[in-house]
DNA sequence: GTGAAAGCGCTAACAT
DNA sequence: ATGTTAGCGCTTTCAC
């Protein structure tokens, strides 16, 4: 830097004026070209480590996640990263399951690092307990929240996204629509079946409930569910199912029947797990959950809170849009 | 610091030798404890940018990936992470598909941040053309390879994998074996084809070029090729898929004419996508991209060259492994 | 074995 | 509008 002010003749203090673009302190066109023109000449390269020393400010955030348990923590990594990127902040991340190393080490890592503020993610949405040190600098957690909701938190809406899912059906005819839930007791299952019930009242279809079964979130559980489903006395005309991995199972049964989707039977799922969600046959129509806007919205809150602003509400909830392609 | 050293009665160097275990330094155990009690009495923690600053390296390697387009990328960043983690070193994460933003400026930022040396990933095995200024620091390319080789790389081994996984359907018992290909041109395609080939031979089982098919690599690909060698006079009892999602639709293509798998046809992918491959049914045998395995590579290729040691070989090849599932 | 002192490359009052 | 100066929190020679 000193180079750069030589060959600029000016002094240090005007180059990081110029490279800084520093608001109110008016440096001439033609200083500031000089500047310009030097520093490329000598292909300066700022000390971001520098800079974040003197300046106490580090732009970066940290994200800490369970990385590769599921494809859905790099969503929020990608919406996070992106977000974080418009506004100039890095992004470090720290898994919270790695190779042993315990969490609070990780994320006193972070610290070190002096990250200006915390991401701590989920990868299915869950109550979480975090270790103590979060606390320390602004933190925002994703797609899970605390047992005790101090932390400022912004999970899906599983509620509007099982209404939405539900609806469709509704909206293609259907009456009799079966629904196979994810093990009670987590969020995802309480609140899709919640908008599920929502959206027959509001249509004024009597809930029946020998069309509500709990499966194994898995593709074999969908498949004894919709099985199960199928052997009704008076089957559904559609199944509603926790999320795309059931829908798998239950799109075997269907099959396996000689029945065809969606003509005898409409088929919706949760997740829009884009691998099985886009490639099965024909296309799953299903609920998204909005793991990129759920990162972008964790910076927003978490640059928010660093600019003083008060955690505003505890607990912000993203749409789960639905996704329209060929089975219902 | 100087709190620290001020409470334990010693100077801040010897606090900093304390802190790192500096070589070399004899310091007493006594002296040693009263530091480390009196820093953890303080709750000090270093500040790593600081250290960076003063030391003149940063202990972050940077790598550059599209993070999001493939679930693969992820898988690379585990990797890597995983290893540096273990190296005491962070990872910076730049992507070189987001929000527009060129590749060049993403890198140029992971350089003014200092990174001490960088991996350029690929979703997809290919060549490619990185921007000049990554040969400013150590760098080596993951999943990809540069066309005039000058970057050391490390890639997938697809030839011994498509050898493995026709090996697989020869060992059990198959003679009339298809192939399913992806578009030709691409190493993946190549590779896996040549694999095929060699097992074969190996085998001295004539290769029949009708059992050769190429497809786009996706479910519909897959179905019409798994089709198209369902047609032929002599269909094959085996059929080696260049992908999972080819494989998703051949399963799909052999399960309508009331076939089964692996009774009547015996059915291995590539990529092991998770999602796909270990929720058909009867879950998919495949082979296996070593994505994390080649991210850890690259970080060790890294340190390495930072090292001082020459890029070795300049590519260097990881073994693609069959997983076993009920396919076959 | 431990300390004093000189930076690392930058920012930010404060002066001019 | 630009320069002077004092750090930011640490590492690292070099003396003692």
Redesign the interface.
Known sequence: MGDVAERASVSRTTVSFVLNDRPGAGIPAETRRRVLDAAAALGY??????R??AARR?DWYGIVTE??TA?F???V??GA??RA??RGK????A?SE??G?DEATEI??L????AEGLIYAATWHRAVRVPDVVREVPAVLVNCFDADGTLPSVVPDEVGGGRRATQRLLDAGHQRIGIITLDPGMPASVGRLQGYEAALSAAQVAIDSRLVVAADA???GG?SAANQLLDLDVPPTAIFCGND?MA??AY?AI?ERGLSIPGDVAVVGFDN????AA???PRLTTVALPF?EMGARGVDMLAAIAAGQPPAVSSTTVDCPLLERSSV
Do not use: C, W
Request: proline share 4%; no cysteine; net charge negative.
């Open positions: 390269r700022p000390n971001a480590g520098a974040a020393l580090s990385i590769v494809p923590a790099v969503e990594i990608k990263h992106d990127a418009e890095f992004l470090l991340i898994s790695s190779g190393a006193e890592k610290l070190e690092q002096r898995t593709a074999d498949y991995r798998m199972g075997d099959k797990q884009e691998v099985i490639y099965l046959r990129q």
